[in-house]
């Protein structure tokens, strides 16, 4: 069966480096029928035009803090069949958009999610989480290497996270995509909500991978300190308001309110945050609550035909492998990898040391994928502290852990 044509949409505002990361993980993508979208502040858009496939692209200016007039964007531009979502954030793993996208070849099927690991490259920062009817999520166990599909008991949904999930573009053109009442925070919560009640199917998929990095934006630093809640406030305001009977609200608002103190109070206690800070950040959160309460809510919807023809993008079928070495030798193999990737090849430096240090695994501005660590510590962090291995075997299960996907054989 051939691909399915997909667009892939990138809202960017702010992190203009971020965003040529993206793109060039993009670039690195194995899946034969893709075009990308890109909707970006005039910054982004500029270092966009920078890349080497910069005239395959579909570019867009946008420089309003909503992400979900910016997504509708995206979707008015997208002429795929199926929309894939991911942050300028994060970088997609190479068999990312095959894995995603190949629970559409059932027509039930109008949603598909993905697993998404942190910063460190290793961690999960999300897995597979269901909604309740107040739009809270709850741990979903689901098999670790096939797709669930999954339709929701009435007043749940299917949890799908902003930065790796796929939608049929027909669905969301039914659903009239995203809500601009919420400028950030439930955007994604709010359609999965609508998805279930329309009685859609929703793939839950962990092998299709995107890395996060929680870059900083205006509403949290790098390092996840919150710098204002303003619209986090005002997306719950505007969620109860379309998902949640008015008798509920304000036990649930109380009890959110307490969490979100909670968080800052831990900030504080970490050096992160000091108690004028925590006063300031809970009155913003008042503030945005408020201002949810009267925010209009979408009333229009998006067309039903793309505003121009399917852009594919150049994808060359790439060979994947795996170079590895111990420090003394790492300069040398990652120049090596970095010309391989030149050359039209997915490369992975593994960067093994006699030690047990934990594993980190980054993905650098020459294309090239880096997992750095001892051969005696852990990659995955239930692993045991310390085990009797030697170089070559660890070598070889850190290849096997990878393989499906990196595409490695």
């Known amino acids: 069966m051939s691909d399915l044509p997909v667009s892939i949409v ?57 992400i979900s007039c910016a997504r509708n964007i995206g979707i008015t531009r997208a002429a795929g069949e199926v929309v894939a979502f991911i942050d300028d954030d994060a970088v997609p793993e ?36 269901s909604l309740d009817a107040g739009g809270e999520p709850a741990p979903l166990e689901v098999d670790s290497k096939q797709p669930s599909v999954l339709t929701p008991p009435k007043g749940r949904a299917i ?9 049929r573009r027909d669905v969301l053109v039914q659903l009239g995509g995203f809500d601009p009442a919420f400028h950030y925070f439930l955007d994604e919560t709010d359609l999965n909500m609508r998805l279930a009640r329309a009685g859609h199917a929703t793939a839950i998929v962990p092998l299709a991978e995107v890395h996060h990095g929680f870059a900083a934006n205006a509403t949290r630093s790098s390092h996840r300190v919150p710098r204002d809640l303003f619209d986090i406030g005002a997306s719950w305001a505007v969620f109860q308001r379309k998902h949640l009977p008015e008798a509920e609200r304000p036990a649930q608002w109380k009890r959110l309110r307490a969490e979100q103190r909670q968080r800052l109070v831990r ?7 000091e108690p004028r800070d925590v006063r300031r950040l809970m009155r913003r959160l008042d503030a945005g609550f408020d201002d949810g309460k009267t925010r209009a809510l979408a009333t229009g919807g998006l067309p039903a035909h793309p505003a121009e023809a399917f ?3 150049p994808v060359s079928v790439r060979s994947s492998d795996v170079i590895a070495t111990r420090p003394l030798r790492a300069g040398k193999a990652r120049q090596i990898a970095a010309d391989r990737v030149k050359n039209g090849e ?18 650098g501005a020459d294309g090239v994928w880096v997992q750095r660590g001892g051969f005696f510590g852990k990659s995955v ?26 595409g490695l054989r």
């Open 267 to 273: 900030h504080m206690v970490q050096g992160g945050l």
């Open 311 to 313: 852009k594919p993008f």
């Open 159 to 167: 949890k799908t996270e902003g930065t790796n999930m796929a939608f």
């Open 381 to 406: 962090r239930n692993q045991p502290y310390f085990r009797a291995t030697t170089w070559a075997r660890r070598v070889k299960k850190e290849r096997a852990r990878v393989a499906l996907q990196r």
């Open 10 to 66: 990138v809202v960017s505002r702010g992190r203009a480096g971020a965003l040529t990361r993206c793109l060039l993980g993009i670039s690195q993508l194995q899946y034969g029928a893709f075009e990308v979208v890109v909707v970006a502040d005039p910054e982004g858009i500029a270092a966009a035009r920078t890349m080497p496939f910069a005239e395959t692209l579909k570019l867009e200016t946008f420089d309003e803090a909503n």
């Open 346 to 363: 997915i490369v992975t430096v593994f960067n093994f040391s006699r030690t047990a240090i934990y594993h980190q695994l980054s993905f």
């Open 94 to 129: 190479p068999q990312w958009l095959r894995y995603l996208t190949a629970p559409a070849a059932q027509r039930d099927v109008a949603a598909m999610g993905g697993f998404v690991r942190g910063r460190n490259g290793i961690s999960f920062q999300w897995k597979a989480r």
